[in-house]
């Protein structure tokens, strides 16, 4: 990653959700609020958790179209473990070792199969989708401890509790992408496989090892998901993976690997949280929402290009891999 | 160099080792019985003198936005709302998940609403944010599909699941000739209202009366027409014997009837349940459905308004014995559990159909 | 256009034996499918039960030979179930205002909406330079929200819709469903196009080496628009005989639907890598998905395995595509031309 790109596209998606959150605290009524704060947190913690391992993975040239299937795995069995007198506590790190297993299993299809990401995952998805319906059937698991679900809904000084794990992930996440070998690597991989692999980086342990970490988040994700409305049910989180690669991408990370950033990926998520709140606190419907939502996300991957287009004449981008399917221009 | 892999599953195996074994002794289980924040119930006392207060803002939040059933009382909730000089407000998810929900009662504390209409379509999921709407000085009253009980402040209901599920008991009865195999096609599976009548209709079941008559499956269409079709298609495959589908909501029975009355079934197996006139007239009409049943969908968002309005005006608090009176439909007494009945449901049939336009 | 009737080369032969092994497995499949739950329940054969399996696999083997047209390309259309969505509520709309409607126009307009989407992919994919994941991810949510806000809460029902229009569900020729007559003639197009003529080879080729076909000189850009525009159209078509089949259209139809519609095509032995498939492959894998719907509640088995299934399938498929490819690498660096 360049210095140039990071004061290109990431710049720029900082600067508009910047300014976004500031619009809105001007003109939207109730926008900008603690209490509004506080449950922009909310909404955005699960699609901000799952895109931090999605943004490792994207950039290596690979994609997880399965992490919100994962979430409702976890939540399901969550519900099934509680219900069966387990407690809360031994509960949680089960779910979060859960979720790092089916990461494996995607992981193991990708490096060790060869098979491509995009296909695996959305198997994936299907799989384990269903099994969170066969694990709890059309049941919902409910009344966990007041002072857990309490916990990821309060806040403390005005500061949601939520804030505070999503922040040192964040941290983390954000550390290892740009300050240390592991994410060099992850840009190798993503830059070209063949060159990564003959300047020592093991491509195929890496992705594996991203996946299961992209796995226990989503496992993560479950268990606060699941506190968060106090109700365990096989169908939680149905379709949030799309909003999670929205965000990514949106965030500058190229689906054709080897370029992003994690600044431009939270910001990402930060503007897709703002214009969503502060869309449905303006009565604008649902229906606009869905629009708004795919609109930037096909605007935030046209935009470079065309600017790269006007700047100079394009000889074409790399050809393509499997997992991110393309044409030549 | 790092570890081989191997060497890193064992580690992560040991960690995770450790963590349960820390953490297993001394964990809170289910039976613990946490005590969750102060319960719901009426909080001031009622007056019920006050002046009805003008310029209420109601929002009505049904299970979703795009189903006939749900319009249908958002109107009526309107014209109530706009009956007492309120402001009246529709908002909603367009599927019917809890979690969508959540963010809709979220954004009506934000915007100051005084009162907020819901049917539930999760009664515990929606419960943290109503408690917080509820802290937040704004009345809630349930309507259709009731959250849980400490979370709202009146539950509006369009019968007694008692009086639903008898009442179609009765029918599917009736229309297997007393004995047979039936099945039931629901809706979304949590669904507080339907698993309430779901639940007496097997109670009744249980009964000699009815001992000729065996629920053999209950299947669930998620109130999507295309699933609901495929349940009611599936339904017959597997249960050639099939007298009866029962299919307790709207979505549902029109599905179903429609499945039926385009397949060489039609004729030989009933369909009943809770439909609306407008969407059942056909089947009535082609013989492929005999009866059903259901109140008029409009009155339970009117009542809502009116026992919304009641209670930001301070009339009632929802306290057993309270009384209030809903403009064209009369007056009300709250129940147990701040619990108002709408009435009875109606059953229509080729007789009577053409009376009704909802 | 022409048909080009080249020789075969070993290539071929070797592909084509591959191809059909797939296919076989398939039939292998369902037959043995058929026979286990016939065997548990003898009516999942009679007339009405078949008939509504195959009504059921009609629709998604339109949509899934539409996504083949594409994935072969390299290419993925993920935005179909918002199309089918779209198509079904206009075209609902357009019968219900205009009851004289006759259904060849209401297929027609369907079939038009859905190019109007699939160009619209194509450009963005095309001259934007945005990957098709992207943009069919984008127009997946665009399109969904354009019926939303079209529809509202408003409902398409039956009774609305002119008898004629609903009766093409119920007729058909010899026997056979207007539907299925639909899904045939369309599978068997595909088919022929992909096989026979020049455009067909173009699209294979563009999958296999995206490079190499443009430095051949095949004009990748013309072809992605017409891949893109085939696949629109049948997801258009597709919703025209949803409204037909189910009768009762709202904003929602479709939802979801983008995932079966590629998980047919993929176990009917499509390669997410583009550059391998056919039409009867997709058209398989439909029909085994649906058939897998339909056997489930009459096996007793409970509703909520299907998705497991149909993911797992999905893997096994890939899984198998792979093997099978590894081996034929071996094969020919063995200097064998053929898989034995």
């Known amino acids: 990653m360049s210095a140039r790109r990071l004061l290109g596209?990431?710049?720029?998606?900082?600067?508009?959700?910047?300014?976004?959150?500031?619009?809105?605290?001007?003109?939207?009524?109730?926008?900008?609020?603690?209490?509004?704060?506080?449950?922009?947190?909310?909404?955005?913690?699960?699609?901000?958790?799952?895109?931090?391992?999605?943004?490792?993975?994207?950039?290596?040239?690979?994609?997880?179209?399965?992490?919100?299937?994962?979430?409702?795995?976890?939540?399901?069995?969550?519900?099934?473990?509680?219900?069966?007198?387990?407690?809360?506590?031994?509960?949680?790190?089960?779910?979060?070792?859960?979720?790092?297993?089916?990461?494996?299993?995607?992981?193991?299809?990708?490096?060790?199969?060869?098979?491509?990401?995009?296909?695996?995952?959305?198997?994936?998805?299907?799989l384990f989708r269903g099994l969170a319906f066969v694990v709890l059937g059309d049941s919902a698991v409910a009344d966990y401890p007041a002072s857990f679900t309490g916990w990821v809904t309060g806040s403390s000084g005005g500061v949601p509790n939520v804030l505070l794990p999503l922040a040192l992930l964040a941290i983390a996440f954000t550390v290892v992408l740009h300050a240390t070998p592991v994410g060099r690597a992850v840009y190798a991989a993503g830059a070209g496989q063949e060159a990564a692999r003959f300047s020592g980086v093991r491509v195929d342990r890496l992705k594996f090892w991203l996946y299961v970490t992209s796995g226990a988040v989503a496992g993560l994700a479950g268990v606060l998901w699941t506190l968060r409305y106090s109700s365990a049910r096989a169908d939680n989180g149905a379709g949030l993976e799309l909003a999670v690669v929205a965000a990514v991408l949106l965030g500058g990370v190229s689906i054709f690997g080897g370029k992003g950033a994690m600044p431009g990926v939270l910001a990402g998520v930060l503007l897709l949280g703002t214009l969503q709140s502060a869309l449905r606190l303006s009565?604008?419907?649902?229906?606009?929402?869905?629009?708004?939502?795919?609109?930037?996300?096909?605007?935030?991957?046209?935009?470079?290009?065309?600017?790269?287009?006007?700047?100079?004449?394009?000889?074409?981008?790399?050809?393509?891999?499997?997992?991110?399917?393309?044409?030549?221009? | 160099m790092s570890p081989t892999p191997t060497a890193r599953v064992r580690t992560a195996a040991l960690v995770a080792a450790l963590l349960v074994g820390l953490t297993a002794c001394g964990g809170t289980t289910k039976g613990d019985g946490d005590p969750g924040a102060a319960s719901g119930g009426p909080t001031a006392s009622a007056d019920p003198d006050a002046p009805l207060r003008e310029g209420v803002k109601m929002a009505f939040l049904p299970k979703q936005l795009n189903n006939p059933y749900s319009d249908i009382e958002g109107e009526g909730g309107k014209e109530g709302v706009?009956?007492?000089?309120?402001?009246?407000?529709?908002?909603?998810?367009?599927?019917?998940?809890?979690?969508?929900?959540?963010?809709?009662?979220?954004?009506?504390?934000?915007?100051?609403?005084d009162v907020i209409g819901i049917a539930a379509n999760d009664q515990n999921a929606v419960c943290p944010s109503l408690k917080q709407a509820r802290e937040a000085g704004i009345k809630v009253v349930s309507f259709d599909s009731d959250a849980a009980k400490?979370?709202?402040?009146?539950?509006?209901?369009?019968?007694?699941?008692?009086?639903?599920?008898?009442?179609?008991?009765?029918?599917?009865?009736?229309?297997?000739?007393?004995?047979?195999?039936?099945?039931?096609?629901?809706?979304?599976?949590?669904?507080?209202?339907?698993n309430a009548w779901i639940a007496v209709v097997e109670t009744e079941l249980a009964k000699p009366q009815n001992s000729g008559l065996k629920l053999v499956k209950t299947v669930y269409g998620n109130d999507d027409d295309q699933k609901s079709f495929q349940e009611a298609q599936g339904l017959l495959q597997a249960h050639p014997d099939l007298e009866v589908i029962v299919a307790p909501t709207t979505v549902g029975i029109a599905a179903a009837a429609r499945y039926v009355g385009s397949s060489s079934y039609k004729g030989k197996v009933a369909v009943t349940g809770l439909g609306t006139p407008n969407?059942?007239?056909?089947?009535?009409?082609?013989?492929?459905?005999e009866r059903f049943a259901l109140w008029d969908p409009a009155d339970i968002g009117y009542l809502a308004a009116h026992a919304g309005v009641a209670l930001a005006s301070g009339r009632i608090t929802g306290a057993q014995g309270e009384e209030f009176t809903a403009g064209r439909l009369g007056d009300y007494t709250i129940g147990a559990d701040g619990e108002v009945v709408l009435g009875p449901p109606t059953v229509f049939d080729a007789a009577n159909i053409d009376q009704f336009d909802f | 256009m022409t048909t080009t009737q080249e020789p075969l080369s070993p290539n071929d032969?070797?592909?084509?034996?591959?191809?059909?092994?797939?296919?076989?497995?398939?039939?292998?499949?369902?037959?043995?499918?058929?026979?286990?739950?016939?065997?548990?329940?003898?009516?999942?054969?009679?007339?009405?039960?078949?008939?509504?399996?195959?009504?059921?696999?009609?629709?998604l083997t339109v949509?899934?030979?539409?996504?083949?047209?594409?994935?072969?390309?390299?290419?993925?259309?993920?935005?179909?179930?918002?199309?089918?969505?779209?198509?079904?509520?206009?075209?609902?709309?357009?019968?219900?205002?205009?009851?004289?409607?006759?259904?060849?126009?209401?297929?027609?307009?369907?079939?038009?909406?859905?190019?109007?989407?699939g160009l619209l992919n194509a450009v963005l994919v095309r001259y934007g330079g945005v990957p098709a994941l992207v943009v069919t991810l984008g127009t997946l949510y665009a399109y969904r929200g354009l019926v939303h806000t079209w529809a509202g809460g408003g409902q398409i029902t039956a009774d609305e819709l002119p008898r004629g229009f609903l009766a093409f569900a119920d007729g058909g020729v010899l026997g056979v469903p207007w539907l299925v007559v639909v899904a045939l003639v369309v599978t068997t197009a595909a088919t022929v196009l992909l096989r026979d003529f020049r455009l067909g080879r173009e699209l294979y080729a563009m999958g296999s080496s995206p490079r190499a076909a443009q430095l051949a000189g095949i004009r990748t850009g013309r072809n992605t628009l017409i891949a893109f525009a085939a696949s629109g159209a049948l997801a258009g078509l597709g919703g025209?005989?949803?409204?037909?089949?189910?009768?009762?259209?709202?904003?929602?139809?479709?939802?979801?639907?983008?995932l079966t519609v590629v998980a047919a095509a993929v176990v009917g032995g499509v390669a997410v890598f583009g550059g391998s498939g056919t039409a009867w492959g997709a058209a398989l894998g439909a029909l085994l998905l649906t058939t897998i719907g339909s056997a489930l509640p009459v096996l007793e088995i409970d509703q909520f395995w299907q998705q497991t299934i149909v993911g797992a399938l999905i893997l096994v498929a890939i899984g198998l595509d792979r093997l099978v490819a590894l081996r034929a690498a071996r094969a020919l660096r063995k200097g064998g031309s053929r898989v034995r």
């Not at chain 1, 508009?16 to 947190?41: E, I, K, M, P, Q």
């Not at chain 3, 935005?79 to 209401?106: I, Y």
């Open chain 1, 9 to 126: 596209w990431d710049a720029a998606i900082i600067v508009v959700a910047l300014l976004a959150v500031a619009l809105s605290s001007v003109l939207v009524d109730g926008f900008g609020t603690t209490r509004n704060a506080g449950y922009l947190v909310l909404d955005l913690l699960p699609i901000a958790l799952l895109a931090l391992p999605m943004t490792f993975v994207v950039i290596t040239g690979e994609i997880d179209l399965s992490v919100a299937s994962t979430l409702g795995l976890t939540s399901a069995v969550l519900g099934a473990l509680w219900d069966a007198g387990l407690p809360i506590e031994t509960i949680m790190p089960l779910c979060v070792l859960l979720g790092a297993l089916l990461g494996a299993v995607n992981g193991l299809f990708v490096t060790v199969f060869t098979l491509p990401s995009l296909a695996v995952t959305i198997g994936t998805m299907a």
């Open chain 1, 283 to 329: 009565d604008v419907t649902n229906e606009a929402l869905t629009i708004v939502t795919g609109g930037l996300l096909v605007v935030s991957v046209l935009l470079p290009n065309l600017l790269r287009a006007a700047t100079r004449r394009r000889a074409g981008p790399a050809s393509a891999r499997p997992g991110a399917p393309t044409t030549t221009p």
């Open chain 2, 82 to 113: 706009e009956e007492l000089k309120g402001e009246f407000k529709l908002v909603g998810p367009n599927d019917a998940s809890a979690s969508s929900q959540v963010s809709y009662i979220n954004t009506l504390i934000q915007q100051q609403q």
């Open chain 2, 150 to 194: 400490d979370c709202r402040d009146v539950f509006v209901n369009q019968a007694t699941a008692q009086g639903i599920g008898e009442k179609l008991v009765e029918m599917a009865s009736q229309l297997a000739g007393g004995s047979g195999e039936i099945a039931v096609l629901s809706a979304t599976p949590n669904a507080t209202n339907q």
């Open chain 2, 279 to 289: 969407q059942m007239r056909e089947h009535v009409k082609n013989g492929t459905v």
């Open chain 3, 13 to 59: 032969s070797w592909w084509s034996s591959i191809t059909r092994a797939r296919e076989l497995g398939i039939v292998v499949g369902l037959v043995a499918l058929v026979a286990v739950t016939a065997s548990a329940n003898p009516r999942f054969l009679s007339a009405q039960s078949l008939r509504d399996v195959l009504l059921g696999a009609s629709i």
């Open chain 3, 63 to 117: 949509l899934a030979v539409g996504q083949t047209v594409v994935v072969i390309t390299r290419n993925i259309d993920l935005s179909v179930g918002s199309v089918l969505g779209l198509s079904a509520f206009a075209v609902g709309s357009l019968v219900r205002d205009h009851p004289g409607t006759p259904v060849a126009a209401a297929l027609l307009a369907g079939a038009g909406i859905g190019v109007a989407c």
């Open chain 3, 240 to 258: 025209v005989l949803h409204a037909v089949r189910f009768g009762t259209v709202d904003a929602a139809a479709g939802t979801g639907f983008e």
